[in-house]
């Protein structure tokens, strides 16, 4: 599914190494955990396999694709395989829950009869059939990362990459969150978590990739969260 | 902002317009001279009686010389009282006490090209005082319209860079306002022309509207001009100004054309420096 190998990557302007020479292989259908300090590198690898950022050296290959190598407008066709869900939900303010899933579909013109089998369905899965028609204001914490999610799965990508998804939320709701990515997993889609929540790691018994400063320090199955 | 776009865009198309109306006006004047392929041979005042047969021979022996008509000066203020000043004849009440017109020859020449040539060889003729030759006047108002022309070209080339520089700057206002729109669509895979496509609508849609403007207010001032002109110079509308039938496809296929133009690129210029796609 995701194979990085010897990247590196420097940010010109502050000259940080964010990653150096990382190498690691995640199979289809795995559940993997990504933790790490602050500035440890975990976003840069995100934004390496969304092709936001190209390594300054070695390969990042998905599903066998050379990400470096995408011209630019295959970039979002590419983009299209792999669902992203941020601490912050990104949702549209002025728009429904049921407009903000849509949403996605109608980007990569998907048929207005498609999307309302589809959506319907992303909303039961997450479980906010009820919420449809609310605005991401009137809804939790929780229940907006749900609904961010929802949205990262309507393309059905093979895919999913959640990006500190608990980050701004209770330990009860993360708990909720969490169950729903695993609920993810277990339907078939790669799912990478990057985190801080420590005891949502222990106590889940995933493979954890532990980075710092840049470096891949430590690659557990059924790992849990300690600090070198 | 967007107010601001459609008023830079019609204030530099309403300044072209003025250039290129002036300019559309000069060349009718110099092909409406040209076609008339004359030249005026002014007579010194002493000429007279058998003088005149003379140098009306001479002047017809010149080669391309098809005709020669002879116009006294008392014809001259006559003929001027009925076309620009019919109705205002007093004007020239000095003139025919004074002689400061002059008996003249006009001589109908067979092309334009030998009319420098005539014009030359009559100023020879003894009891010739001055010859004006069309195209001189041809020369002097193609002389006015290229200074028209480059004047024009650089005020209208800098209003059109500032139009360019304000549309992208309203784009890049819209960008921001929207940029959390256009990071979803990012990362759902939004196809580049599909992020682009509204920007750049809206960067030329705010070029048509700024031409449309440009175009309502141009023909309004030409029109009222036109009014103008037809009250202090009665008689000499048509000679003097083109209609606005004759001049409006033109202009309103240039305002549009340059119009969108400057949406296009200025909508252009702001994604391709803030849209990371």
Redesign the interface.
Known sequence: MIEIRNVTKVYPQTEVHALQNLSVKIEKGEFVFLIGATGAGKSTLMKLL?REEVADDGQVLINGQDVKKLR??N???????IG?VFQDF?L?PDRTVYENIA??MQ???ASPRKIRHIVPQVLSLVGLEDKADAKPGQLSGGEQQRVSMA??LV?NPPLLIADEPTGNLDPETSDEIMELLERINRLGTTVLVATHARELVNRMQKRVLTLEKGRLIRDAEQGGYQLV | MSAASIGIVAASLILLGIFQLALMNLNAWISQVEQQCEVNVYLKNDVSGTNLNRIQSELAGIPDVSAVTFFSKEERVKRTKETTYAGQEYMLEDLEKDNIVRDSYILTVTQIASTSQVASLAARVPGVDEVVNRQDLVDKIQAVSNVVRQVGLWLMLLLVLIAMFIIANTIRIGLISRSGEVDIMRFVGASNSYIRGPFMIEGIFLGILGAMLACGLTFAGYFLLLRSATTVFPGMEQPLLLSLEQIWPTLATTFLGIGIGIGFIGSGISIRKHLKV
Not at chain 1, 75 to 81: A, L, N, Q, V
Request: net charge positive; aromatic share 10%.
């Open positions: 969304l630019g407008r970039i979002p066709k590419f983009r299209r395989g992203v990104r549209l949403f996605a980007v990569v013109g949205r990262a393309n």
